[in-house]
């Protein structure tokens, strides 16, 4: 697989690397947690501070307001939708929780999820079955790994659920489940459907239409390469039709019309708050507008076909066993090492200028269970690594193991 690499010594990887200053001194396998953001990302970013420092915050904020608008239409054009149906928020998580509280669930209510979802969002999950009382359901894996989308099919037509929720990519493994095909059953028997999306935007093409979900959560920090401290959440024209919102809303979602009513934002705003730092917005807009210009399509190749020679490499190490499994594996690769912390072997490889990260059981405790490890080694490349920079992490890891 890695064979079929383009070449690195192309004019597009020598920009990306340019665009990317320290990857002269750094080795950054660590882009499914916080990717190196490209230089136009930071130069908007400190280009706002400097405006908010120069004329105010509000002041800055009202200037920029063009920049901000056209923000919200490159984060719509990455994942195929519209800038009306995209809401910021400050993470992924958060967006996730906004589109949880739009449901009133009740004791009996049945939340339908897979194995392999995100340790935040199952323990959403189990406190909404403390506090309201529904019903969890983990839908069995397919043999081949991955959320089963033929048992999803016969758990809802055995019982309607109030809502189906899925991690399309999981923290802690290069897994891609089927979330088009859940998204099929779920159109069709007309169930709400959330798509945790945190691991798949910026390293790989999305389409909302073709996933036919309802809601989307995702973050700017990760393969986006994006800054820290912001996510957004796309919402579906049918759910802002039914005048879904999320459960506490502030005067930036609503409009306070008289003293015992309110009146929704029309558009996904609604699940926005106030308050927001317009120099992450505008540093998201350009990290959207940079992943257009480099292609999600050449993203996608390229990440995915790095993250394969990974594997390839680290299996080739004595005492070491990759844990990935699934039909279609994508740029999280993932291994654990024979008597070794993955913690302590990730801070020593950080030592020498290599980044990579590492999960721990209780990321994914039913998947690491499964797969008898309580740690995990976590390589995440992106377009812009290459081969020599995999080869020489694989080299320091054979030297500490």
Same mark, same amino acid.
């Given at each position: 697989m890695a064979g079929t690499l383009s070449p690195e010594s192309t004019a597009d990887l020598l920009r990306w690397r340019a665009d990317t200053p320290s990857c002269a001194r750094l080795i950054h396998l660590n882009n499914a947690g916080a990717a190196l953001v490209p230089r136009p990302v930071h130069e908007t970013v400190n280009r706002h501070l400097e405006? /908010? *420092?120069?004329? $105010? %915050?509000? /002041?800055? $904020?009202? !200037?920029?307001? =063009?920049?901000? !608008? $056209? #923000?919200?239409?490159?984060? &719509? @054009? !990455?994942?195929g939708a519209q800038a009306r149906n995209i809401a910021l928020v400050q993470s992924s998580t958060a967006a996730f929780a906004q589109?949880? #509280?739009a449901f009133d669930f009740k004791p009996g209510d049945l939340l339908l999820t897979s194995r392999s979802d995100y340790a935040s969002n199952q323990i959403m999950y189990l406190s909404l079955a403390q506090r309201r009382g529904i019903e969890i359901v983990r839908a069995p894996d397919a043999p081949e790994g991955g959320i089963d989308a033929d048992a999803v099919r016969s758990l809802v037509a055995r019982r309607r659920p109030s809502l189906v929720a899925l991690t399309w990519i999981p923290t802690n493994s290069g897994l891609v489940q089927p979330a088009q095909a859940v998204g099929e059953v779920c159109a069709a028997a007309e169930v709400p459907y959330l798509v945790d999306a945190c691991q798949a935007v910026g390293q790989m093409p999305i389409d909302v239409a073709r996933l036919q979900c309802d809601f989307l959560a995702a973050t700017a920090r990760k393969f986006l390469r994006g800054p820290r401290g912001l996510g957004f959440l796309y919402v579906s024209d049918r759910m802002l039709e039914t005048g879904a919102h999320p459960l506490l809303v502030d005067?930036? $979602? &609503?409009?306070?019309?008289? =003293? *015992? #009513?309110?009146l929704l934002t029309p558009d996904a705003r609604r699940f926005e708050y106030w308050e927001f730092s317009y120099a992450l917005v505008l540093g998201l807009g350009a990290a959207a507008r940079y992943?257009? @210009? !480099? %292609?999600? /399509?050449?993203?996608?190749?390229r990440a995915w076909e790095l993250a394969g020679y990974v594997r390839s490499r680290l299996a080739e190490l004595p005492g070491v066993r990759v844990l990935d499994r699934g039909p279609e594996l994508c740029a999280i690769a993932t291994a654990t090492v024979e008597g070794r912390r993955a913690e302590e072997l990730k801070l020593s490889l950080r030592a020498r200028g290599i980044n990579l990260s590492s999960p721990e059981r209780e990321d994914a405790v039913i998947d690491m269970d499964e797969k008898g490890a309580t740690s995990a080694l976590r390589a995440s490349p992106h377009y812009y690594n290459t081969r020599e920079e995999i080869d020489t992490a694989v080299e320091a890891l054979s030297q500490l193991i």
């Open positions: 405006l /908010e *420092d120069t004329i $105010g %915050g509000y /002041e800055a $904020g009202e !200037v920029a307001r =063009p920049a901000i !608008v $056209g #923000s919200y239409q490159a984060v &719509a @054009e !990455v994942i589109a949880m #509280s005067m930036h $979602g &609503a409009t306070w019309t008289a =003293p *015992d #009513s309110f992943a257009i @210009e !480099v %292609g999600l /399509e050449m993203a996608r190749e």
